[in-house]
C-alpha cells in the first residue's frame, strides 16, 4: 500500500533562517507531488506541484521554492523566511486520479 | 480567485441530527467533487467524491448532492457523531488539470 511520509511535524524557525522540509512517498511510481499551505484561518492554498522528476510549477509568487530531486521525493525550501511564511504545510501525491492522499503536515512557526 | 467557496465558516449540531455542509463553485469546467475531513494538526482525509455525470453519491452516513445548474454542491452527515467534529474541505477538479482547488472549510462541532 502507499504511505506518505512528511517531516518535522512542527518546526520553530527565526526570520531570516533557512528552510527545508522534505517528503517522501512509497508504494508507488511516477506519482504527481503537492505542497500547500494552509495559513491560519485560511483555507488549504496549492503552493507547488511536479508531475516528474525536476519538473516543478508553481501556482503563487512567493518566498519558497520546491525540488523534486528523485521520483517519490519533493522537498520545499526557503532561503530566508519571512514571517508570513508560518503556516501548516502539508505535502501530498496523486495517481491517475485527482484523489489526494497528504501527509500528516508540518506546523512551521516563524518568529 | 477563490474558485470554491464555503461560506458559514462553522457548524454546531447535536448528536444524532444532521450536519449540511454547502460549497459553491464558479468554474463550469470543474467535473469532479471531492470532501476532505480534517483533524487538528493532521493532514486532510478523504471523505467522499462524486462525478458531475451523477446528481448524488452516497457512503454510509455520508451523502453528497451535486448541483451542476446552480454551482452547488452539499455534503449531508447523518446522523451526527462526535468524531464528526472537525474541518471540512470542499474540492474541485476540472479533466485533464492536475490540480484541486480547495474551499476555506467548514468547522463542524457535534454536540454530545
Known amino acids: 500500500s502507499q504511505t506518505i511520509h512528511q517531516w518535522p511535524a512542527t518546526l520553530v524557525q527565526p526570520v531570516g533562517s533557512p528552510l527545508s522540509l522534505e517528503c517522501t512517498v512509497e508504494g508507488t511510481s511516477n506519482p504527481n507531488l503537492y505542497w500547500y499551505r494552509q495559513a491560519a484561518g485560511r483555507g488549504l492554498q496549492l503552493l507547488f506541484y511536479s508531475v516528474g522528476i525536476g519538473q516543478i510549477s508553481s501556482e503563487v509568487p512567493q518566498n519558497l521554492s520546491a525540488s523534486r530531486p528523485q521520483d517519490r521525493q519533493f522537498i520545499l525550501s526557503s532561503k530566508k523566511l519571512l514571517l508570513s511564511d508560518s503556516g501548516f504545510y502539508l505535502c501530498?501525491?496523486?495517481?491517475?486520479?485527482?484523489?489526494?492522499?497528504f501527509g500528516s503536515g508540518t506546523q512551521l512557526s516563524v518568529l | 480567485d477563490q474558485q470554491v467557496k464555503q461560506n458559514s465558516p462553522s457548524l454546531s449540531v447535536q448528536e444524532g441530527r444532521i450536519s449540511i455542509l454547502n460549497c459553491d463553485y464558479t468554474?463550469?469546467?470543474?467535473?469532479?467533487f471531492l470532501w476532505y475531513k480534517k483533524y487538528p494538526a493532521e493532514g486532510p482525509t478523504f471523505l467522499i467524491s462524486i462525478s458531475s455525470i451523477k446528481d448524488k453519491n452516497e457512503d454510509g452516513r455520508f451523502t453528497v448532492f451535486l448541483n451542476k445548474s446552480a454551482k452547488h454542491l452539499s455534503l449531508h452527515i447523518v446522523p451526527s457523531q462526535p468524531g464528526d467534529s472537525a474541518v471540512y474541505f470542499c474540492a474541485a477538479s476540472e479533466h485533464g488539470n492536475n490540480r484541486l482547488a480547495f474551499g476555506k472549510g467548514n468547522q463542524v462541532v457535534v454536540i454530545p
Open positions: 501530498a501525491w496523486s495517481g491517475d486520479s485527482m484523489m489526494l492522499f
Open positions: 468554474n463550469s469546467m470543474f467535473d469532479y
